[in-house]
């Protein structure tokens, strides 16, 4: 039997390999016991590393670990907060250059709110992401030094800008630097450098985004000073405002921080806070106060039985997208009015316009999006043999092009290049990749051909003249056949543990709390359920899935969401499904849904579930053949023992010798199409 076809138009189902935990059932046990814990859930802490009882405590009550003080850590902190108590102290101007996406305004507003609190004379820049791109420039520095600066404190950047600190240097002017961004070869010439990466691995700082270095800087500056009081809590919410919308690893003492951060939000006294959970609709849950286990997680309640929490997403899904696309479509100072303004209502008006921007980013998210899926659709891009991306369009706004580039990662599961062409004759454009593929390697085997490019493993951003595209296009296909193999190139999807729906109730709900904050390397529980059947299902909202789901001896059916699945609907009768967990409050009744991330076809099924068995020939070659009534599914088998396993009304179908290792096929292709109808045949004649 042939090769698959891999086109984006043949697929009926989301491309996706799972990677199944596997089941660790005694020590799992022993844990649980030990911790009052569902097995489900001490599965979990296994799959992260946490193995002992001793181990759980403190990874889900972080305060109790000893962490050393940021100035044992950092070498530079001591002389930063030297630097900053002179300019205070002899009324020097300080002038903060900070970055347009939600780590860099939050990272401006809490240094802006704490050194104005501290007496400071203190003012900003952020460079225009359509003139200036990212970080500090000589523009800005001959700037302030018309103003008169003695003190420029770059947030979020200026590790890579040696040539404007150099340059401040040489007009006079100190420089602190805090960014969290990759190491340059070279470091700029800074009176003082703060930056994580600079930390030993093992640090608990080594995490820190740019808003939880200004956190530290802030914070230890208050504490010289004597002047911490009232103004930690709108430092903390500010520091875990940009941190979960940075997707910082929620690790360390990001997850210490974050836990408290997370409380303090619902009730916060900064009026740009306020108006934005207001205009956002987000509303508190339970706080981790009300754990299934009261005596282990005693020490985690600190608010109090009643306490109210937010959540991760409730920021990454609801609060960061409102910062962030003021940063990608329009003026920064809006963010920064927003969360360091006193009046509720200049907070309003800008809460406001965060609604509109960030309502105008979707819309355009979805135009681009929806261009670019035709256009792959119109080419008939063959994966397999590009093993990269690389659209360009013009028209397409260069400012939301990144988020549409990790939709198509979703969707195509191979690394994304995604650009448009501007005024001057050059394409700028975004990247983002998968588990296997380095952005950043990638972009420097393009050196020759890039006028600029910067990034990390798993994003960048790059530009470059329009007549390069052809060659850019090929360079990186070469570099991503070195590094890609084809069972790469579909998403990935980690699973923690097989669940049953009688096991998904409320208290495991709860449970799955005490493992909060989740995020980047500390991700939300992912279960899977086999053989699940669908029983009714339909398009709500934007391309959504909206489903009933049942399990065969199991008494419920749970409602379970699959988010802009629209494409791949209707999902085939009978499914394997992976999901997290979610609370839906309706009317005054709380119950547990499902949101579906992963879905397959049943890797598995009853010895007795064949209904018709039949054996044929078709071109010489002896096959047979059985129709699964239960899964309404075609399986025909070959003389070497690979299966091509079809459900009725599907174009795609799985060919292998196991099902989960199996290669995804159009069936509606030679030679599948005329096997099938071979096989029919031959059933019918039984």
Wanted: hydrophobic share 40%; with cysteine; charged share 25%.
């Amino acid at each position: 039997m042939p090769d698959q076809s891999n086109s984006p138009k043949s697929q009926r189902l989301p491309l996706q390999r799972w990677h199944i935990y596997p089941a660790r059932d005694n020590q799992a046990q022993q844990l649980a016991a030990a911790t009052n814990l569902s097995p489900l859930i001490t599965q979990v802490l296994i799959n992260r590393g946490i193995e002992t009882t001793e181990q759980g405590l403190v990874y889900l009550n972080p305060d109790s670990q000893f962490l050393p003080t940021p100035l044992e850590e950092f070498p530079d902190l001591a002389i930063s907060v030297d630097l900053l108590i002179d300019a205070i102290t002899s009324h020097q101007k300080i002038a903060i250059c900070g970055d347009y996406d939600a780590d860099g305004m939050t990272s401006t507003a809490l240094l802006l709110r704490a050194l104005r609190h501290l007496g400071a004379k203190v003012d900003y820049a952020i460079p225009s992401r359509m003139k200036d791109g990212y970080g500090i420039n000589s523009r800005i520095v001959e700037e302030f030094h018309r103003e008169e600066v003695s003190l420029i404190l770059t947030v979020d950047n200026g590790i890579s800008a040696y040539e404007p600190i150099d340059r401040a240097r040489q007009l006079g002017i100190k420089v602190i630097v805090t960014d969290h961004h990759d190491l340059p070869e070279k470091l700029p010439p800074a009176d003082a450098i703060l930056n994580p990466k600079l930390l030993p691995e093992l640090s608990p700082y080594r995490g820190l985004a740019g808003v939880g270095v200004a956190y530290v800087l802030a914070v230890t500056l208050a504490q010289k000073l004597g002047k911490l009081q009232g103004l930690t809590k709108s430092l903390l919410e500010l520091y875990t405002l940009g941190t979960i919308a940075d997707l910082a690893p929620l690790t360390g003492v990001n997850r210490r921080w974050l836990k408290r951060g997370l409380r303090e939000l619902p009730h916060s006294q900064l009026k740009g806070v306020q108006a934005l959970i207001e205009v956002a609709g987000v509303k508190s849950a339970p706080g981790s106060g009300e754990q299934a286990n009261p005596t282990l997680f005693a020490a985690l309640s600190n608010g109090g039985k009643n306490a109210k929490t937010l959540k991760p997403e409730d920021i990454g899904f609801k609060l960061g997208p409102r910062i962030n696309a003021v940063g990608r479509l329009d003026d920064p100072q809006i963010v920064i009015d927003l969360l360091t303004t006193d009046d509720m209502g200049v907070a309003q008006e800008r809460a406001r316009q965060c609604e509109e921007i960030n309502q105008r980013r979707q819309q355009l998210c979805e135009e681009i999006e929806r261009e670019a899926v035709d256009l792959c659709e119109q080419n008939q891009i063959s994966f397999q043999q590009q093993r990269v991306l690389v659209i360009v369009q013009a028209g397409w706004h260069h400012g939301v092009i990144g988020i549409v580039a990790s939709r198509l990662v979703e969707r195509y599961g191979v690394p994304v290049f995604i650009g448009t062409y501007e005024e001057d004759g050059h394409i700028r454009g975004s990247a983002r990749s998968i588990p296997e593929f380095h952005v950043f390697e990638a972009l420097e085997s393009c050196h020759d051909l890039l006028e600029k490019y910067g990034g990390h493993r798993a994003a960048g951003g790059f530009s470059f003249s329009a007549k390069n595209l052809g060659a850019f296009r090929e360079r990186l296909s070469k570099f991503a056949h070195q590094c890609l193999e084809p069972q790469h190139l579909k998403p990935l999807i980690s699973i923690d543990a097989r669940a049953n729906f009688e096991q998904i109730d409320l208290n495991l709900y709860k449970q799955i709390d005490s493992l909060h904050p989740c995020g980047i390397e500390n991700p939300d529980p992912v279960f899977w359920t086999p053989e699940v059947r669908v029983v009714s299902q339909q398009i709500v909202g934007k391309g959504h899935i909206k489903l009933i789901l049942e399990q065969d001896g199991q008494p419920n059916r749970i409602k379970a969401i699959a988010w802009r699945w629209g494409d791949y609907f209707p999902l085939p009768s009978q499914i394997d499904i992976a999901y997290k967990l979610q609370e839906n409050n309706w009317n005054g009744n709380t119950n547990i849904e499902l949101v579906l991330v992963g879905v397959r076809l049943p890797v598995t099924s009853s010895p007795t579930a064949a209904q018709k068995k039949a054996e044929f020939y078709h071109n010489d070659r002896r096959y047979t053949c059985s129709l699964v009534e239960s899964l309404r599914e075609l399986r025909i088998r070959n003389p070497q023992g690979k299966v091509l396993a079809i459900q009725r009304g599907q174009r795609v179908g799985f060919l292998g010798i196991k099902r989960e290792e199996a290669d995804e096929v159009d069936v509606t292709k030679p030679p599948y199409f005329d096997l099938i109808k071979a096989a029919l045949s031959a059933l019918e004649t039984k």
